[in-house]
């Protein structure tokens, strides 16, 4: 993962974006190992729906 923001909206609702290097990094983290590492961190009493999507970066627009 290249960079990361974290944001939080009223009441129980995050919102986590990530860059990654390219759609292969990315995929290393598909919903199913996310769900791996979810039994793990025993998170399921604390999330109650995890989602995403890939959006591609236009390269003409960073600086």
Sequence with gaps: MLRG???EAPGS???VLSMWQS???HGK???E???RLGLR????ADVAAL??????LEP???V
């Design 23 to 25: 759609t292969a990094e």
């Design 33 to 35: 190992r996310v769900e």
């Design 51 to 56: 989602n995403g999507d890939v959006v591609r």
């Design 5 to 7: 923001m974290f944001g």
């Design 29 to 31: 983290y598909r919903e």
């Design 41 to 44: 961190a025993r998170t399921a």
């Design 60 to 62: 003409s627009w960073t």
């Design 13 to 15: 609702e995050f919102l």
